[in-house]
């Protein structure tokens, strides 16, 4: 099972940082992706980490603001979010695909491969 801490309330220009840990499973040998749901809109995916070679991949919205990472020693991916923006607000999931590197397509919000999944958590961007 994998789960999400972190979210909260924060103002616009503020940060959060969430992470990703798995229970029965080793989180670092799999590749690890955010995604986000927006109120009334598609789920779409935020950013990946290659367990192979550490390399990111953002989508363009969240370039230069968010920065996925790992920690192998604590098994744990974190999302580091700054100059939040109302529109970042949503439910943040990770999960995992079972294989050592991203889909091709970082902003891919359907599942696909990526099966272990965790239960969200609530990030609010609010004045």
């Known amino acids: 099972q994998v789960m999400e801490s972190g979210g909260g309330l924060v103002q616009p220009g503020g940060s959060l940082k969430l992470s990703c840990t798995a229970s029965?499973?080793?989180?670092?040998?799999?590749?690890v992706k955010w995604f986000r749901q927006a109120p009334g809109k598609e789920r779409e995916g935020v950013s990946c980490?290659?367990?192979?070679?550490?390399?990111?991949y953002y989508v363009d919205s969240v370039k230069g603001r968010f920065t996925i990472s790992r920690d192998k020693a604590k098994d744990t991916v974190y999302l580091q979010m700054d100059k939040l923006e109302v529109e970042d607000t949503g439910i943040y999931y990770c999960?995992?695909?079972?294989?050592?590197?991203?889909?091709?397509?970082?902003?891919?919000?359907?599942?696909?491969?990526?099966?272990?999944w965790g239960q969200g958590t609530q990030v609010t961007v609010s004045p």
């Open positions: 980490i290659n367990s192979s070679d550490d390399t990111t």
């Open positions: 999960a995992t695909n079972g294989l050592d590197f991203c889909d091709s397509d970082v902003g891919n919000g359907e599942s696909g491969d990526y099966k272990r």
């Open positions: 029965e499973f080793t989180l670092d040998y799999y590749a």
